[in-house]
C-alpha cells in the first residue's frame, strides 16, 4: 500500500507540475516580473547566495539564475520557456565558474490524435559534445507507457521502457520495466 501512494503521490506530482506550467503559460498576456534572494551560511561561517530574475509576458517566461559559492566562484544559468499551439519550447545555457557552458533545448509536444505527449532534448557540454533523449508518454485503458531513448556523445544508446497497469479488482497498481543499452 505504501508503494501505491508513493507511485500515485510522484504521478500526481509530476501532472500538477505540468499543469502549473500551463497555467502560468496560459493566463494573462500582461508583464510580471518577480526575485528572489537566498543566502545560506554554513557552521564555518562561510557562505552561499542564489539569485533569482523572472520575467513573464505572453507566452513564456524567462528566468536568470546567478550562483554564488562560499570560496567566490559563481555559474549561472539562463533559461527561456515559450508556449507554442501544442507544447512548450524550453532553452537552458548553464555557465560555470571557469567559463565553461553547457546547453540544453528541449521541447515537449501533445498529440490529441494519438493522446500521447513527447519530449525532446539535446544537451552540448563544454566540449561541443551533444546527447539526446526522446521520451514518450501515452495512456492505455488500464494504465500508461512511457519509452525514453538516450544517445551520449559517442552514439551509444540506452532505451527504457517502463508500462504500469492498474488492477480494479485488488486495487494494486503493477509496473514493469525494461531497459536496453547499445555500444
Same mark, same amino acid.
Given at each position: 500500500?505504501?508503494?501505491?501512494? /508513493?507511485?500515485?503521490?510522484?504521478?500526481?506530482?509530476?501532472?500538477?507540475?505540468?499543469?502549473?506550467?500551463?497555467? /502560468?503559460?496560459?493566463?494573462?498576456?500582461?508583464?510580471?516580473? &518577480?526575485?528572489?534572494?537566498?543566502?545560506? +551560511? $554554513?557552521?564555518? $561561517?562561510?557562505?552561499?547566495?542564489?539569485?533569482?530574475?523572472?520575467? #513573464?509576458?505572453?507566452?513564456?517566461? %524567462? #528566468?536568470?539564475?546567478? /550562483? =554564488?559559492?562560499?570560496?567566490?566562484?559563481?555559474?549561472?544559468?539562463?533559461?527561456?520557456?515559450?508556449?507554442?499551439?501544442?507544447?512548450? %519550447? #524550453?532553452?537552458?545555457?548553464?555557465?560555470?565558474?571557469?567559463?565553461?557552458?553547457?546547453?540544453?533545448?528541449? %521541447?515537449?509536444? &501533445? =498529440?490529441? @490524435?494519438?493522446?500521447? &505527449?513527447?519530449? #525532446?532534448?539535446?544537451?552540448?557540454?563544454?566540449?561541443?559534445?551533444?546527447? !539526446?533523449?526522446?521520451?514518450?508518454?501515452?495512456? !492505455?485503458? *488500464?494504465?500508461?507507457?512511457?519509452?525514453?531513448? +538516450?544517445? $551520449?556523445?559517442?552514439? =551509444?544508446?540506452?532505451?527504457?521502457?517502463? =508500462?504500469?497497469? &492498474?488492477?480494479? @479488482?485488488?486495487?494494486?497498481? *503493477?509496473?514493469?520495466?525494461?531497459?536496453?543499452?547499445?555500444?
Amino acid at each position: 500500500m505504501r508503494e501505491l501512494i /508513493f507511485c500515485k503521490a510522484k504521478v500526481f506530482r509530476n501532472v500538477a507540475c505540468v499543469l502549473f506550467v500551463l497555467m /502560468f503559460l496560459t493566463a494573462s498576456t500582461e508583464v510580471m516580473a &518577480w526575485q528572489r534572494n537566498v543566502s545560506r +551560511t $554554513g557552521s564555518s $561561517g562561510q557562505s552561499a547566495t542564489r539569485d533569482i530574475t523572472a520575467t #513573464r509576458s505572453g507566452s513564456g517566461y %524567462n #528566468r536568470s539564475t546567478t /550562483f =554564488n559559492g562560499p570560496q567566490g566562484n559563481s555559474a549561472t544559468r539562463e533559461t527561456s520557456v515559450t508556449r507554442t499551439e501544442s507544447g512548450i %519550447n #524550453r532553452a537552458t545555457t548553464t555557465t560555470g565558474p571557469q567559463g565553461n557552458t553547457m546547453t540544453r533545448e528541449a %521541447n515537449s509536444q &501533445w =498529440n490529441p @490524435e494519438t493522446k500521447t &505527449w513527447t519530449k #525532446r532534448s539535446n544537451t552540448t557540454g563544454s566540449g561541443g559534445q551533444t546527447a !539526446t533523449r526522446e521520451t514518450s508518454v501515452s495512456r !492505455t485503458e *488500464s494504465g500508461v507507457n512511457r519509452s525514453t531513448t +538516450t544517445t $551520449g556523445p559517442q552514439g =551509444n544508446t540506452m532505451t527504457r521502457d517502463a =508500462n504500469g497497469q &492498474w488492477d480494479p @479488482e485488488t486495487k494494486t497498481w *503493477s509496473k514493469n520495466v525494461i531497459v536496453e543499452t547499445a555500444p
